[in-house]
Structures are given as structure tokens and as C-alpha cells.
């Protein structure tokens, strides 16, 4: 694991290489992409059987074969442990409850002159949801994508999620069932994306599209965007600490190997103005590594993405961070709410030593879908506001338009457009 100090010589070289951390060579992969998309266009299901067959490795006999049975849901549901079902539950229930509080209201205002303006806020009408489902399956995903569309009060949600091999994750579709989804397909991959960018004989035309996904997903997703809306292009997990000396270690080193298990290409860095926390933290992190179960992958990413920066104050670690933007921010300091007004770009920002980034995932109850690769500096987690648009309303009264029509009509004129300056004019008094 790389540890550095910002007065190193080559700091400026070791730093930029972070900063790179969440590049992702969508162009090495788009013409494969585009050519599933193009073959999904124009064939539908005949398409997404052979993608199935070569990608996931079973045959699709039967157009039916690609949906997931309801029942099979609910059998899944039924078969937890008191103990998981209640954790779903708790999860659900907490998740659900923050996102509640998301949601925007539509107003209408009234003028002295008579008009009225506003905003009419609707829920699309179709989401799509992408679960992953390779290296790991993940009920926590469908969580955090489905209630908040559910809440947003879309009418129709549809789920895809890759079933190599046609084995399907059972907690996932217990999950599926608690959030009284119906319509789930056995697809994963580009051609899941451009299925529901555009629809086949099977698989509904959403009007948006959310959740996480490989390279290939987030490449199908970037050129999809246009003709169904996205939320983000999420690349691979990642997570920043800022610490001082009052953090423990076994916190710290913990943490960081929590997203490094996630996959060879996630990301973990603390930032720190204690050489002594940093040099901790490292030797603990080795030592943690051979006791995990995903210990060849978490090993794969903290030899090649991890990093400890030692700081000469917490002013410049906090600047550091901000430069990264990660994904996942733990502050473990003394007094970590005094450091949250100078902290500008994180998706989720977990304060104090209590709170590590994996009750996010699951329990906390803010949205774990959230922008990586310094994305943080102009994208928002997932939230209610993914699934729902807002319409502008306008009523003039004859008063109204008096009042400001010629205003209207002149800057109408200015830009040459006599159609639009007539429109207001004949109106007039």
C-alpha cells in the first residue's frame, strides 16, 4: 500500500495518479457496446438470447424463460431466517423513511396582478433498475434503487439483473418481493441496459435508468443517455478517511479493506497529518488482508489503488480530499462536525468513529448509489429526484400581460423573431 507525504519530492506525480484512479477506458469497449445495443435494437429477445447464452452461459428456450416468477419471489421471502427477514425489513423501513423526507413539493404562487405561477411535480411513468449480479450479489442495490422510486410514486418498476449460469441470488428476489416488484428479467450487461433504453418484445421502454454496473454497463448507459434518462456513471467503489491521532488504527485499516473487497479496481486513501496513525493504519491493513475471505481481491486493489497520504495539518488533508472527491468520506477526528463546513465534494460523509461506511450500505438509510471517480463534484447520490420531473406552470391574467407584455414583445424583436413579438402584441391593450 503506497504511503507518501506531501513534502515528497515527486508528491505532485504520486497525487495525480489518484486523481486518475476513477478513469475508466469506456472507448477500449464502445464498439463492442454499440454493437449489442444496434443487435437488441433490431432483433429484441433473439438478441438478448444469444448475448445470454455467450455472457451469462444458459440457453433461453422459451421468451417466458426470461422473466423471474413472482412466486418464486415470494418463496424466497418466505424461506428467511426471523433474524435476516427483520434486517430486510429494518433496512427497508429506514431507508425508506429518509427518502420520504427527499421528496419536493409542487406549489403554486399568486401575484398582485392576477397570475399564477408554479411548478407540477410527476413520477416518470417506467424505471429501470440494474442490480448487478457477478462477482456478488447485492439485495442492498435493490433497496436502494427501488424505494426510492417507489416513493417518487412511479407506476411501473422494472428490474434486470445478470443470472450466470440461471442461478439467481435468493435474498435478492426475498428483497424484490418485500418491495412488491413483479417485473424482474434474468438479463445482465449492455444488452440489459439497451433492453430497457428501448424495449423488446419482453422487456417495457423505461424512461429511466439507474443503478451501478461494469465498465460495459456504464459505457451502454453513457450512450443510451438522450433517449432514456441516467443517473450517473457510476465506475468502481471507493473510499477517503481523514483521521488525526485520536482515530484507532483497527478502525481505520478495517475500513479501508471494506471497499477494497468490493473489487480489484476500488479505491481506498486516508489522509492524515499523524506519520504515526499512518504507519498503523498500513502494517494493520496487511494484517487484516490475510484474514478475509475475498483476501486475493482486496489484496489486487490495495497493492494498486491503495494510499496513505501523511499531511502537514488537517487544513491540507481536507484540501487534498476535496480535490479527490470520493465517493465514501469518513472523518475520524476529534471533533468531526467541526471539519464538515470545509468539506465541499463527497457522495456520502460518515462522521466520527462510529459510523463506518458499511452501515451506509445497508442500514443508515441514505442512498448507497453514489457518484465516483471525483464525479462527487457535480453529481448527487441517488434520490427521489431521479425518478420524478417537474413541469412549469404559468397563467397571465389580462392584468398580467399588460403589465409586462411589452417588455416581453421588445427582447422578442431583438432576436429577430417576429412570430413570438406578434404572439404577445395582439394581446395587448
Known amino acids: 500500500m503506497l504511503l507518501f507525504n506531501t513534502t515528497d519530492s515527486d508528491f505532485k506525480e504520486k497525487f495525480s495518479e489518484l486523481l486518475g484512479r476513477g478513469a475508466m477506458d469506456i472507448e477500449q469497449v464502445s464498439e463492442i457496446v454499440k454493437n449489442i445495443i444496434k443487435e437488441i435494437q433490431s432483433e429484441g429477445n433473439e438478441a438478448l438470447k444469444r448475448h445470454i447464452a455467450k455472457f451469462d452461459r444458459w440457453e433461453v428456450k422459451e421468451d417466458s424463460d426470461l422473466m423471474v416468477d413472482p412466486r418464486d419471489m415470494k418463496k424466497a421471502y ?28 409542487s406549489w403554486i404562487d399568486f401575484d398582485k396582478a392576477g397570475n399564477t405561477l408554479g411548478q407540477k411535480v410527476t413520477p416518470v411513468d417506467r424505471a ?77 421502454k423505461v424512461d429511466v435508468i439507474t443503478g451501478p454496473g461494469n465498465i460495459f454497463v456504464a459505457t451502454a448507459k453513457k450512450l443510451v443517455y438522450g433517449d432514456v434518462n441516467i443517473d450517473m456513471i457510476a465506475g468502481p467503489s471507493e473510499i477517503g478517511i481523514l483521521a488525526d491521532n485520536t482515530a484507532i488504527p483497527e478502525y481505520l485499516a478495517i475500513d479501508l479493506l471494506s471497499q477494497a473487497e468490493h473489487d480489484e ?52 488533508a481536507v484540501e487534498l480530499m476535496n480535490r479527490i472527491a470520493p465517493e465514501h468520506l469518513e472523518v475520524v477526528t476529534a471533533n468531526p462536525f467541526d471539519l464538515l463546513p470545509h468539506i465541499k465534494h ?84
Open 78 to 105: 418466505d424461506k428467511l431466517s426471523s433474524e435476516l427477514r427483520d434486517a430486510l425489513h429494518l433496512a427497508y423501513d429506514r431507508i425508506r423513511n429518509y427518502h420520504e423526507k427527499q421528496m419536493p413539493k
Open 128 to 204: 429501470g433498475l440494474y442490480i448487478p449480479g457477478g462477482k456478488a450479489a447485492y439485495p442492498s442495490s435493490l433497496l436502494m434503487n427501488a424505494i426510492p422510486a417507489i416513493v417518487a410514486g412511479v407506476e411501473e418498476i422494472i428490474v434486470t439483473t445478470p443470472t450466470p449460469d440461471n442461478e439467481i441470488n435468493e435474498l435478492l428476489l426475498a428483497a424484490a418481493h418485500l418491495c412488491g416488484i413483479t417485473k424482474m428479467f434474468k438479463v445482465g450487461g449492455a444488452s440489459a441496459i439497451a433492453a430497457m433504453a428501448y424495449g423488446t418484445q419482453t422487456i417495457p
Open 265 to 316: 479496481m476500488a479505491s481506498s486513501i486516508l489522509i492524515t497529518p499523524s506519520a504515526e496513525l499512518a504507519e498503523s493504519v498500513r502494517e494493520l491493513v496487511y494484517i487484516e488482508l490475510a484474514k478475509l475471505e475475498r483476501e486475493m481481491i482486496a489484496r489486487k486493489s490495495i497493492e494498486e489503488r491503495g494510499a496513505i497520504i501523511v499531511t502537514e495539518t488537517m487544513e491540507e
Open 346 to 429: 463527497a457522495g456520502a460523509i460518515f462522521l466520527g468513529s462510529f459510523t463506518p461506511e458499511p452501515i451506509g450500505d445497508y442500514m443508515a438509510g441514505p442512498n448507497h448509489t453514489l457518484p465516483t471517480g471525483g464525479t462527487a463534484k457535480f453529481y448527487s447520490p441517488l434520490n427521489v429526484e431521479n425518478f420524478l420531473k417537474k413541469s412549469s406552470i404559468i397563467s397571465m391574467s389580462e392584468d398580467g400581460i399588460n403589465e409586462i407584455g411589452e417588455a416581453c414583445a421588445l427582447l422578442a424583436k431583438t432576436e429577430g423573431l417576429t412570430a413570438h413579438e406578434k404572439s404577445v402584441r395582439i394581446r395587448l391593450k
